[in-house]
């Protein structure tokens, strides 16, 4: 059984930065791609960024060159960098293992909250 832990949200003012961490449990994370999701306040659940076992990223067309995704395989920990921080980014930030066919594991949400 895996478990997903994210921490690392918070307040911060527009314009700037927060580092979200997804700790997992078990053997399947460097095996799983590992994607973050958010979802804003009345919004449905939207997909942020996306790394493969392998290094590939991608990313959803409102990053806009703001964020990076990245893993660490040895800590079994991946990592949400995301700067110039925008009202709108304000959202619960989730963190899953997706295994090409489904998802395998779901974090509870770390909350991030852009304002001044």
């Known amino acids: 059984q895996v478990q997903l832990v994210e921490s690392g949200g918070g307040l911060v003012q527009p314009g700037g930065s927060l580092r979200l961490s997804c700790a997992a449990s078990g053997t399947l994370f460097s095996n799983s791609a590992v994607r973050w999701h958010r979802q804003p306040p009345g919004k449905q659940r939207e997909l942020v960024a996306s790394?493969?076992?392998?290094?590939?990223?991608m990313y959803g067309d409102f990053v806009k060159g703001r964020f990076t995704i990245s893993r660490d395989n040895a800590k079994n920990t991946a990592y949400l960098q995301m700067n110039s921080l925008k009202p709108e980014d304000t959202a619960v930030y989730y963190c899953s293992l997706f295994n090409g066919v489904a998802y395998v594991a779901w974090g509870q949400g770390t909350q991030v909250t852009v304002s001044t």
């Open positions: 790394i493969s076992s392998g290094g590939n990223t």
